[in-house]
């Protein structure tokens, strides 16, 4: 079971008067296979943190620390574009990020491309794939290396509201299948509240100011009115933190 | 008597609708000698063909005014029969053709080496590190703004005749391109690539071999095409003045025999050269290189674009038409049957 401790958290950006306070004393715990999404208007420091938290970049000071039953865990990220290597084909990008190149790893890694519905274009070039199909190897290489926490940075913001409708139900299957824990940031409340047991609300100045249960069971349908009651509380949370100001 | 009624109705609107879709295409598939004459195949070939009537037009006029530049005003005809000779290897120089520019390739190709790994660390350094790209920055442009027959007079100078002056002319001619590309390539680094690849936990060997030098690639690439362009250029001035054998020294041959004929002939030669060498060794290379590139034709993708909604409308009237008659006359397959029949028994 993936355990995730954050001990005050903090970060900022250059110095002097330049500086920026990107996370204020972040204090975390996550653990077992939970979905949780951390949102916030942009400029929150919700990227920041699940960049610190998957070891792209460094904290101030503080402590992070995310095991798998005691050993260090293991990390995938789904980013905001795609970013696969242009120069290798859809196969290869998922083999670039593996620990091994034997038959087995392929046979996996095939495995979740036909999961995602792009089982058949191993072979292509990412160019040749549309911008909703690239990002499904990006998630398909997330999953692809089997990691115990899986983040993902508002990876259908980019995308048009139908293939990201499509691609969040695909999400959801592929995380009740393999149970993992799911950290995702996202800006879009309805987006959090369709997929989430949990959801993180980042203020203005890098402070985590609340922390919501969702309890409400998946697959969850916008127009159930039980979540758009959901919804609309997370919205009246937002008022009260003052986190819709900016926005 | 209703039935032939409808046929009657529909007979027009039925060919009418058809045409729409048959026109655009076909004016798009306009006739094959029209098409010929349009494609760029027909441009390329039309530009030597112009250069030839000019020539022709030049040494007419040139005569007429002056009779005696005939000696030195070369016909096509004198050119292009030098230029076989030279191929079939009946030359009155003391090398054929191919022995001379295999000696001159060999010296581009050394040269060329040179400045390629000598110009990439430097590029690497200057693009990674500020005081390094201090250091050399100022002597890079110096060195480009060099005409390279300074080069190559420099050079004929401090090394005498044989292959180390045109091979240190070819490696100063080409070392500032694969410097500048490089630095450009490195600071065109891929960084979220980077950050992609440090977020799997992917090795640094693997990082540099699957994402630093495949995103150089172009900029190498592009290097190596100036450095080939402007080095055999340089490559042939030195020989000039520098050189026992060679490309440039054979150009200068002729010149001192004062065959005008032999002088244009080798240097078209010399371009043919040049020009096959960029056809089938770059071309091939980078086609090679950079397959993953969803489209090379640019051309070729602004002509699709242009032309998939209009061909989209026309079949979309086409349906819409068909689909208010359906409603007047019944199922479509029969109507559509029996309008092929009433043009059939027309045309009998």
Redesign the interface.
């Known amino acids: 079971m993936a355990e995730i401790t954050v001990r005050n958290l903090h970060k900022e950006f250059g110095v002097g008067a330049d500086k920026i306070v990107a996370l204020d004393d972040v204090n975390l715990d996550i653990s077992g296979h939970v979905f949780v999404s951390i949102v916030g208007a942009s400029g929150c420091g919700k990227s920041t943190l699940l960049n610190i938290l998957?070891?792209?970049e460094t904290p101030s000071h503080g402590q992070v620390q995310i095991t798998e039953d005691g050993r260090p865990a293991a990390?995938?990220?789904v980013?905001q574009?795609a970013?696969l290597?242009?120069?290798?084909?859809v196969m290869d990008n998922l083999l670039?990020?593996q620990k091994d190149r034997s038959e087995q790893t392929r046979a996996r890694c095939q495995r979740y491309l036909d999961m995602v519905q792009l089982g058949d274009k191993g072979r292509k070039?990412?160019?040749?794939l549309s911008g909703g199909m690239q990002q499904r190897v990006g998630i398909a290489?997330a999953f692809s290396?089997e990691p115990d926490v899986l983040?993902m940075d508002e990876p259908f913001s980019h995308l048009d509201a139908i293939t990201a409708r499509s691609l969040r139900a695909e999400l959801q299957n592929m995380w009740q299948e393999t149970r993992k824990t799911v950290i995702f940031v996202t800006h879009d409340v309805g987006e959090a509240v369709e997929l989430s047991n949990r959801i993180l609300v980042f203020a203005k100045g890098g402070h985590l100011a609340d922390d919501i249960d969702m309890p409400l069971p998946f697959p969850r349908d916008v127009a159930d009115p039980e979540v758009a009651v959901a919804k609309a509380n997370v919205f009246r949370t937002f008022e009260q933190i003052g986190a819709l100001a900016v926005s | 008597m209703s039935a032939t009624d409808t046929r009657r109705d529909t007979g027009p609107a039925d060919t009418a609708a058809p045409d729409t879709v048959d026109e655009l295409p076909r004016r798009r598939r306009s006739h094959p000698v029209v098409r010929v004459l349009r494609s760029s195949l027909a441009g390329r070939i039309a530009f030597p063909i112009v250069c030839l009537l000019v020539w022709l037009l030049a040494i007419r006029i040139v005569t007429s005014i002056w009779p005696f530049a005939v000696d030195v005003l070369p016909t096509p005809t004198q050119v292009f029969s030098f230029m076989w000779d030279e191929l079939t290897g009946e030359t009155l120089a003391p090398r054929n053709v191919y022995e001379t520019f295999g000696i001159s390739l060999r010296r581009l190709g050394i040269g060329m080496a040179i400045a390629m790994a000598i110009g990439t660390v430097i590029g690497l350094g200057m693009g990674l590190s500020k005081r390094v790209n201090a250091f050399f920055n100022d002597w890079v442009v110096a060195i480009l703004a060099m005409p390279n027959l300074a080069w190559a007079l420099f050079c004929s100078l401090a090394f005498g005749f044989g292959d180390v002056g045109p091979i240190v002319t070819v490696v100063l001619t080409g070392i500032p391109f694969v410097i500048i590309n490089v630095r450009e390539g490195v600071r065109n680094a891929p960084t979220?690539?980077y950050?992609?690849?440090?977020?799997?936990?992917?090795s640094r060997a693997?990082t540099i071999r699957?994402?630093l030098l495949?995103s150089l690639?172009p900029f190498m690439f592009a290097a190596a095409r100036y450095a080939f362009a402007l080095g055999w250029k340089g490559l042939v001035v030195a020989e000039v003045f520098g050189g026992e054998d060679g490309a440039g020294w054979t150009i200068k041959f002729w010149y001192d025999a004062h065959r005008a004929y032999g002088v244009i002939g080798y240097a078209l030669l010399f371009v043919v050269f040049a020009l096959l060498f960029e056809k089938f060794l770059f071309d091939r290379l980078s086609g090679y290189f950079?397959?993953?590139?969803?489209e090379v034709n640019a051309a070729d993708v602004v002509e699709q674009r242009f032309d998939a909604p209009g061909v989209a409308t026309a079949t979309a009237t086409a349906d819409s038409g068909n689909g208010t008659h359906a409603t007047t006359t019944g199922p479509k397959p029969e109507r559509g049957a029996g309008g092929d029949e009433t043009r059939r028994s027309h045309d009998g």
Do not use: C, Q
Request: a positive charge; aromatic letters at 20%.
């Open positions: 998957s070891g792209i990390k995938g990220y980013f574009a970013r290597l242009p120069w290798r084909t670039f990020v070039y990412p160019g040749e290489r290396t983040f | 979220d690539l950050d992609m690849a440090r977020a799997f936990g992917v693997d699957h994402v495949p690639m950079f397959r993953w590139r969803p």
